[in-house]
């Protein structure tokens, strides 16, 4: 089991940039495949980014591929997204999901373990 807490949520402008962090408890963390996705009010949970156990493969959604970048550290147990040139269409409640072997890595029933979120806000 792994328990999910993400930092680093805040206000900026359109064009800005934000990194969010998820860290994990556990001592099998590098087993995980690790996802970020977000959820705007009103809108359906949807997939950002997933990122596998070594660090080596990543995937991103088309609307944040080239702004956003995926990385894990298994030794500190965090994974982080970094996200540049921030549109107001970002402003959502991001979530870190976790799963050992998720079917479908951007669907988000696949992920098992989901922290609580952090709130990005993009003013225009």
């Known amino acids: 089991q792994v328990q999910l807490v993400e930092s680093g949520g805040g206000l900026v402008q359109a064009g800005g940039s934000l990194r969010l962090s998820c860290a994990a408890s556990?001592?099998?963390?590098?087993?995980?495949?690790m996802g970020w996705f977000r959820q705007a009010p009103g809108k359906e949970r949807e997939f950002v980014a997933q990122i596998n156990w070594s660090g080596g493969s990543t995937s991103y959604a088309d609307s944040v591929k080239g702004r956003f970048t995926i990385s894990r550290d298994n030794a500190k147990n965090t994974v982080d997204l970094q996200m540049n040139s921030l549109k107001p269409e970002d402003t959502a409640v991001y979530y870190c999901a976790a799963d050992r072997t998720p079917s479908l890595p951007a669907r988000a029933s696949a992920y098992d373990y989901w922290g609580q979120g952090t709130q990005v806000t993009v003013s225009s």
């Open positions: 556990g001592r099998t963390f590098s087993s995980y495949v």
